[in-house]
């Protein structure tokens, strides 16, 4: 059983080589939630293959759903950011750690055109999403079941990844579910409750945060009547003054639960001001982190106010709270390490980078095809709360950011311009139009996006 982990790797692994397109792109999806890195240091090369040769090769097998039109700012602000993650790289102190995170940065856009021409061949729907779902869970269950201790934290459910790469993962597939006019209600309505039953059973508190806020945006966001809208609005306020009125009652109950979930913990420990408690995990740690980062940016120079203090040279101050940290993984906070390492340069490219998703996925939401951009929309929310908490960048091919790339994925089918067929008179289904990209390469329109 110790060996199961590897063996779903490499059965995942060949079947994004030699699998038929649309299951191969199911196994890479999959494939996300398996994270070796921590057994050794030789088995963890295999998430460099995942996340750097594997894209490269998959984009060769949709080599026939290549090309592009309109360039959009995303992926020109990411390009930067390379650039200037590499520039700032020249006064790190741990050369090799920026090199890798070039690479993950490098991996995560061949990863991205690679989804967008899943989609342009139809071989990435929202559709596909049941199917990923099935099958991640399906893998936190053997997770939990067999092999319970792997990863070293066993009261959270989570796949062969790390527990808030799952958490953020099933959040993504969630904003897909949600958002989604393809599925029907029957399938949609137990598909959502299965994901945020995930996200409780995980017990991410940063998560469950966002996957709130991303419910509620997909309510005001959706195509239901007004007053509904309304009557959510003010359903969320009842429940607020319920839960202020009733606080001693309500703490009761979730504490009841705090011995065997994380986000009761939390709640519990908090409440009753015990900040050292497991509950609350690391918030020590990090509050200390993120204090000691923010007096370092207080006390720097000029230039490394304006230039940052070297790519990866955020573990200088982690490594006066922990031992060895990550230098990839060290500020657990993706903001803060824009503005340390990379100065109100690398911090002002990283914000056009964030600004430009917004505007994507508004601009695809207002659309004929605006279901398609829905997702990325009201997931954005949670995705820029999950920054907060976890160092992201740093993670090609792992589920924490391949669930940010479907969806954005998803988002290019909206910005596509539609092509019908002269002799439909019913409006066909979003899926459908997809489809039609792939089988008419040569029709206008085809080659709309990389």
């Not at 945020?196 to 419910?215: D, E, K």
């Not at 002002?348 to 004929?368: D, P, T």
Request: aromatic share 10%; hydrophobic share 55%.
């Amino acid at each position: 059983m110790t060996n199961l982990p590897l063996l779903l790797y490499l059965v995942l692994f060949l079947a994004c080589v030699f699998a038929p397109l649309r299951w191969s792109i199911i196994a890479f999806l999959l494939l996300s939630n398996i994270d070796l890195g921590s057994l050794s240091a030789s088995v963890g090369a295999l998430n460099t293959a995942k996340a750097m040769i594997l894209p490269v090769m998959m984009l060769w097998r949709f080599r026939g759903y290549a090309g592009h039109a309109k360039i959009t700012a995303a992926p020109v602000a990411w390009c930067f950011l390379i650039v200037y993650v590499a520039i700032a790289s020249s006064w790190s102190l741990y050369p090799a750690y920026a090199l890798k995170l070039i690479g993950h940065l490098i991996g995560s856009l061949l990863i991205c055109m690679m989804l967008m021409r899943a989609t342009k061949g139809g071989f990435l729907t929202v559709r596909t999403v049941v199917p990923v779902t099935a099958g991640t869970l399906a893998i936190a269950t053997i997770h939990w079941v067999f092999l319970h201790s792997w990863g070293g934290e066993t009261e959270r459910f989570t796949t062969f990844a790390g527990a808030q790469s799952f958490a953020a993962f099933v959040t993504a597939l969630y904003c897909a579910a949600l958002a989604s006019r393809s599925l029907r209600p029957a399938l949609r309505l137990p598909l959502c409750a299965a994901l945020f039953a995930s996200v409780l059973l995980n017990g991410s508190r940063l998560w469950i945060v966002g996957l709130l806020a991303a419910t509620l945006l997909a309510i005001f966001v959706s195509d239901v009547k007004q007053w509904m809208k309304v009557l959510t609005l003010g359903l969320t306020l009842i429940t607020l003054a319920v839960f202020t009125v009733e606080f001693d009652g309500i703490m009761e109950l979730i504490a009841a639960r705090a011995q065997s979930n994380r986000i009761a913990a939390a709640i519990t420990d908090a409440y009753g001001g015990n900040l050292k408690s497991r509950g609350l995990g690391t918030y020590n740690l990090r509050h200390e982190l993120y204090q000691r980062t923010i007096e370092s940016i207080k006390n720097g120079t000029a230039l490394e106010i304006v230039f940052g203090h070297g790519t990866c040279n955020g573990a200088l101050i982690a490594a006066t709270i922990s031992k060895n940290p990550d230098p990839n993984r060290a500020l657990h906070d993706e903001w803060l390490r824009a503005i340390y390492e990379w100065g109100l340069i690398g911090l002002a490219i990283w914000l056009v980078f964030i600004g430009s998703l917004v505007v994507y996925a508004v601009k695809g939401a207002r659309l004929e095809r605006g279901s398609y951009s829905k997702p990325l929309l009201i997931y954005l929310p949670a995705f820029a709360l999950g920054l907060s908490g976890e160092n992201i960048i740093a993670g090609a091919g792992n589920a924490v950011s391949v669930g940010l790339l479907m969806l954005i994925a998803f988002a290019s089918v909206s910005h596509r311009p539609l092509r019908r067929p002269v002799s439909m008179r019913l409006r066909p289904s979003p899926d459908q139009m997809v489809r039609s990209f792939g089988r008419s390469r040569n029709a206008p329109g085809f080659s709309a996006h990389i």
